[in-house]
């Protein structure tokens, strides 16, 4: 048992500082504000963690044009690497009608890249960096252009 002239431990202070009914400890700041790094990192907020939605929104306008753009530079290749999401929406592999299927590919040439945006904006909201949440879309990104990939190689029998 600590005496009574001792101060308080920081779990202590901590349990202190614990609202009532809650089972998380209230954290510590630390004396000196440059040590703790948790406090010094600010979320970003406004602005600045909506641009990406809004650079998809912007990119969603032009996508028909930059489909057309993508298909005559860089031929079969380009719009696999480019709208990956797109391509795998009309796939019969899916089982779903053509009919159905030409309309989810025109919707998703509008829909991938507010999407996109929208991953990396979730991406920052939780905390993370702009190279992280963008990272988490580009991997997402080689995904689809791998399934894509699988699913235009030729059967073959063994």
Not at 87 to 99: N, S
Not at 137 to 153: D, E, K, M, R, Y
Request: net charge positive.
């Amino acid at each position: 048992m600590e005496p009574a002239t001792v101060m308080p431990s920081a779990r202590r202070r901590a349990i202190a500082l614990q609202r009532p009914g809650s089972r998380r400890l209230a954290p510590v700041r630390s004396a000196n504000p440059a040590d703790d790094r948790n406090y010094a990192r600010r979320k970003p907020s406004g602005f600045a963690l909506w641009w990406p939605t809004l650079a998809g929104i912007a990119l969603a306008f032009v996508a028909p044009r930059l489909w057309d753009l993508v298909q005559s530079t860089w031929g079969e290749l380009g719009p696999r690497c480019v709208f990956p999401y797109l391509l795998l929406c009309g796939r019969p592999e899916l089982g779903i009608g053509q009919e159905l299927a030409n309309n989810l590919s025109q919707l998703m040439i509008y829909l991938q890249f507010p999407l996109e945006g929208l991953v990396v904006t979730w991406g920052m909201a939780r905390g993370g960096s702009f190279s992280k949440a963008f990272a988490q879309v580009a991997f997402l990104h080689g995904l689809g252009i791998f399934v894509l990939w699988l699913l235009s190689q030729p059967l073959t029998a063994p």
